[in-house]
């Protein structure tokens, strides 16, 4: 015979969850299995921990994506961005083909052509939509998606961050997921910001210019690369994850302001007189961006072996005064719909005078600023507005060219003053 002593020790360990240790009494709930119990706080978090490692494995799962068309891409492209329709069908081409890629390297077939990935170069004058372009096409991707800036990066040992804190923004994404991470895009802002600062050797060295662009080369072509996990500078105690870049798919993008200079050298623009050739009569001297080649490219710093790493090029036409008339209100995440939006979570409704928008384009033209420049000034005139309208019981609102000019007005003279 059992002892009382014993059966009683017996019971008081069945009385508790086997997970925590909760005695019954501290618990809600407190489920008996075959030979263990667990109580209503650790089914939760079983719950929790087993949906983020579903997540984890089925979020980027290529098995689920429906391929779009480049067609569709555009489409859902152009109910963010305006105009920009050749960038968009170069965008589109690429992110697609990056998709068909990837399928083709999950099922092998010795007799498959092997397919190179075709990473993308977008340039334009600030404020012409290359960010948002990126931006945009994140929203309907299945794959691991981030931006990073290059004018942070520098060589190895140098302040800044190292070309390698690039993979760990997108294993971030990824949600440390190295084979998702392999198979996503990054899309690298301000490219020309790391364009080598002189033709002439120098005795310094240009860490944040050419030494960035070697060491990009490896991440363009496709290798493995050794990540810190958690970004930061390397060190021999730090544990590395290996990231091959061999299936991820680079975007660069930038503004090379005064590349056109280098264009209008190579196409001989100011040749006059009996050698000059008649082609050169039907150059757009004003929109010279649309007659980029490679070799502008390398006039204006970017190395050899970076651009044949980038063969897709691609420009972005400047901002006429229709296409920044029609960003104001007709994408769906338009600036004026923006505003009132957040004037109707305050039971407020607002209209816009048709020439006060007719004012706000006029002012971004004349700063020069682009679609850029329209959010700002919006801000300016709808400043006092959001301020004060909260607070009072009014339920409509109006904005006339009267309150326009003189709200940018008095924004106007108060930094002259400051000045």
Not at 384 to 406: F, H, R, T
């Amino acid at each position: 015979m059992r002892s009382l002593s014993g059966i009683l020790l017996k019971s008081k360990k069945m009385d508790r969850c086997s997970f925590c240790g909760r005695e019954k009494k501290d618990t809600s709930l407190l489920i008996a299995g075959i030979s263990a119990h667990i109580c209503d706080r650790c089914i939760e978090q079983a719950y929790i921990i087993a949906q983020e490692e579903i997540g984890k494995k089925g979020e980027f799962d290529l098995k689920g994506i429906k391929l779009l068309k480049p067609k569709e891409m555009k489409s859902f492209l152009d109910l963010y961005v305006i105009g920009q329709e050749e960038a968009k069908k170069y965008l589109a081409v690429a992110v697609y083909n990056h998709y068909k890629r990837l399928i083709q390297t999950s099922v092998k077939d010795e007799k498959d052509v092997e397919i190179e990935k075709s990473n993308i170069i977008l340039v334009g004058e600030t404020g012409t939509g290359k960010t948002l372009l990126a931006r945009t096409i994140a929203k309907m991707l299945h794959v691991p998606f981030t931006i990073v800036d290059a004018t942070i990066l520098t060589e190895a040992g140098y302040v800044g961050e190292d070309i390698e804190s690039i993979l760990t923004r997108l294993l971030q994404v990824a949600d440390y997921n190295v084979e998702a991470a392999e198979k996503g895009i990054v899309f690298i802002d301000e490219i020309d910001k790391i364009a080598r600062k002189g033709d002439n050797p120098s005795i310094t060295r240009d860490v944040s210019g050419e030494g960035v662009q070697q060491g990009l080369l490896k991440l363009l072509e496709g290798s493995i690369v050794n990540v810190p996990p958690q970004g930061g500078r390397k060190h021999p105690d730090q544990k590395m994850i290996p990231v091959n870049t061999k299936n991820i798919l680079f975007i660069c993008g930038g503004a090379f302001d005064g590349i056109e200079k280098k264009i209008a050298q190579r196409l001989n623009t100011q040749v006059v007189g009996y050698k000059a050739d008649k082609s050169k009569g039907q150059i757009d001297q004003k929109n010279l961006l649309q007659y980029i080649a490679p070799q502008d490219l390398k006039a204006y710093g970017l190395i050899p072996e970076i651009i044949g790493r980038l063969p897709i090029l691609s420009f972005l036409m400047p901002l006429d005064r229709d296409t920044l008339r029609r960003i104001l209100t007709e994408p769906k995440n338009a600036i004026t719909r923006q505003y009132e939006k957040l004037f109707e979570m305050d039971n407020i409704h607002l209209t816009w005078d048709e020439n006060v928008l007719e004012y706000i384009v006029d002012k971004a033209i004349e700063f020069k600023l682009g679609a850029r420049g329209l959010r700002s000034i919006c801000e300016i005139i709808m400043i006092d507005a959001m301020y004060e309208l909260p607070s009072k019981n009014e339920k409509e609102i109006s904005i006339g060219i009267s309150y326009a000019k003189e709200k940018l007005e008095k924004a106007d003279l108060k930094r002259l003053k400051a000045a």
